[in-house]
């Protein structure tokens, strides 16, 4: 139970499965308050399977997720739409809702949760995108910016509800390495403001480098976590090769690392 | 490397003690007079043979043509355990070799034709019918759940989203759901008069017209004519969401896409297709009235007297019912096989083809047990 109450998000001996197709297995993890996480493997390997395991869109074959000890997957469906409001999810293309134009798209979460005025609303969604460096395009559609627009603008509307978990999937993809790291430094500075714990699915090694304080290594070839911790320890401890191979950009097969005594 | 004058190819393989020196020579250019690899497998046929080695010195210009020749040459080696050597290869071509060679084919990622029996098709066809049955009634068990919500005023619904609609489906549709509805009303009055005459009865075609655009031409056809346009809309509105992951965004938001996106859509249509379907029926009036006044010599004054009459409060009501009706189905179909969209370009096309056949399906197979059930009843 003490174990519960210190972690503030633990998987536990999860298995994920499309109908009799297993994806991965016995996942087992325990992310802390204030932590950035980063799920990371090879391309295909489940990570954003277990993302969508974690926001309540897939539901386990086996396991759950316990968010600060209640088992995520056994509430009732009241009390798992609660939870969801504390969270917010940046999604790989951002997922902003394309009929709506940027504020609308923030301030329809607010004006659904909360008693602010419309007024009041449009001066928090102008808020959250200034924070996201977005300030003036208010009025654009989804369709009228670019890109990593999209997916700061995607970042400013998970962090409409000012949420306790934010979770992303692959931020970094399709940016340029500016806009990549310029988000990277954004993750540590809301990390620091707001005490949110994050999630982070990527595998920009210069990304998890950067910003990973915790992290899991899903395999595919074995179908289930391979290590689990901090990147930058296990790139100088962990005797498993797959894990080396990923961290080093396969180089470490070149540079075996002598396994810790 | 300049071949002004481009040497046919040749590909040649001659016995050497134990191994298979394979020349190969000319510029690989002339695709339709390339010589096959029939020459280094007749020399491996002769058996005893322990490596095979190429002779490359008189190669000019080449491209994918050799290259294939050479995998299909090596394949051969591996099948007969012979040991294949590539050193005496121009370098660029034996790198593409070991490049092409460096990862072995995935076998198991091969797809396999597979051919499922008789039975199984039958049970898998079986289960999918069961399923998508199973599908269509629990969404439409969270309709009338979410409409109960709407009336207790708990549901998460945006009355502009329904005003957007309901002028996307009335208002903007009442070009086509008028023209289409004139023309009906023409061609009832067309072939009701050329009958009816028959009998000189050719007054009654006022009677012909009015009963059955109010009864059930006038909300069939908008019906139709909806599912065509706004039900397609909404299939493939709903199913583009669903490919950009706005559906899965609404739901990490804790917002119900069924009460956020199919709810408005719903009620637009139940408040707009009775409407339309007033519209239609006096547009397919005033077509019969057309044809009767123009061309079948019936006074206006006595045509528009037979119509008055014709009607029956119920008929017309039942007309007006029907298409609310249809107005849930429309929205239901279109809604129903957006949500369950794939997560491809392909699937949206499928999903909306899907929201119109279901729909039109629907509508007409409903209007029948109505009419069964009204013809009982004696309405």
Request: aromatic share 8%.
């Amino acid at each position: 139970m003490n174990a519960e109450r210190a972690s503030k998000i633990e998987i536990r001996d999860l298995t994920m499965a499309y109908g009799s197709f297993v994806v991965m297995r016995d996942i087992n993890a325990q992310i802390k308050r204030g932590e950035i996480f980063i799920i990371m493997g090879g391309s295909g390997c489940g990570k954003s399977t277990l993302l969508r395991h974690m926001i309540g869109l897939k539901q386990p074959a086996k396991g759950d997720i316990f968010y600060e000890g209640t088992p995520f997957w056994q509430m009732e469906d009241e009390a798992r739409q609660e939870k969801l409001r504390s969270f917010g999810v940046l999604f790989q293309g951002g997922a902003l809702w394309s009929s709506m134009t940027l504020a609308e798209n923030i301030g329809l979460v607010l004006g659904e949760y909360t008693d602010f005025s419309t007024a009041e609303i449009r001066d928090i969604a102008r808020l959250k995108l200034a924070l996201v460096g977005l300030k003036g395009f208010e009025d654009y559609y989804p369709a009228e910016i670019s890109g990593g627009m999209c997916k700061r603008a995607g970042l400013a509307r998970a962090l409409a509800l000012d949420p306790d978990v934010l979770f992303f999937d692959e931020p970094s993809a399709g940016l340029d390495p500016i806009s990549s790291r310029n988000l990277d430094q954004l993750i540590l500075q809301l990390r620091d403001s707001l005490g949110a714990t994050f999630v982070v699915v990527t595998h920009e090694l210069a990304s998890i480098f950067t910003i990973a304080d915790n992290s899991v290594f899903l395999d595919p070839n074995t179908r289930t976590m391979r290590a689990s911790g901090n990147p930058r320890e296990m790139l100088k401890h962990s005797a498993d090769p797959a894990v080396q191979q990923f961290l080093t950009r396969g180089e470490a097969a070149a540079h075996p690392v002598a396994p810790p005594s | 490397m300049s071949h002004p004058e481009p040497t046919p190819a040749r590909l040649t393989a001659r016995r050497k003690a134990d191994a298979v020196v394979v020349e190969i020579a000319g510029d690989w250019l002339d695709r339709a007079r390339l010589p096959d690899v029939s020459a280094v497998e007749k020399e491996l046929a002769g058996g005893g043979v322990k490596a095979l080695e190429f002779e490359a010195k008189d190669l000019g210009r080449w491209d994918s043509a050799l290259l294939v020749r050479i995998l299909a040459i090596s394949d051969l080696c591996a099948r007969g355990e012979i040991t294949l050597r590539t050193t005496t290869l121009p370098g660029g071509l034996a790198k593409l070799i070991t490049l092409s060679q460096a990862v072995p084919e995935t076998t198991d990622a091969a797809r396999k034709e597979a051919a499922p029996s008789f039975l199984q098709r039958v049970g898998e066809s079986g289960l999918e019918t069961w399923t998508g049955g199973a599908a269509m009634l629990s969404f439409l068990g969270e309709s009338v759940l979410s409409v109960l919500k709407l009336a207790r005023g708990q549901a998460q619904f945006r009355w502009r989203d329904m005003f957007e609609v309901m002028q996307a489906c009335g208002p903007q549709a009442l070009g086509i759901v008028g023209l289409i509805n004139f023309l009906i009303g023409l061609i009832l009055a067309f072939v009701g008069a050329t009958e009816l005459a028959r009998f000189g009865a050719s007054i009654f075609t006022a009677d012909l017209v009015a009963v059955a655009t109010v009864r059930e031409m006038g909300c069939i056809m908008t019906g139709i004519i909806l599912c065509g346009r706004t039900g397609a809309a909404f299939a493939a509105q709903l199913g583009t969401m669903k490919v950009n992951q706005e559906i899965e965004a609404f739901q990490t938001f804790g917002i119900s896409p069924f009460e956020f996106l199919v709810l408005p859509r719903m009620m637009a249509l139940i408040l707009m297709m009775p409407l339309l379907c007033i519209f239609a029926d006096l547009i397919a009036i005033s077509g019969g009235f057309m044809v009767s006044t123009l061309m079948l010599d019936i006074a206006p004054q006595i045509y528009l007297t037979r119509t008055v009459e014709s009607i029956s409060l119920a008929g017309f009501l039942l007309g007006i019912f029907k298409g609310s009706y249809f107005g849930v189905i429309i929205a239901l179909t279109g809604c129903l096989r957006g949500m369950q969209c794939g997560s491809n370009a392909a699937s949206v096309g499928l999903a909306t083809t899907s929201a119109v056949v279901t729909g039109i399906t629907w509508i007409i197979a409903s209007d029948g047990i109505f009419a069964v059930i009204c013809s009982a009843l004696n309405i």
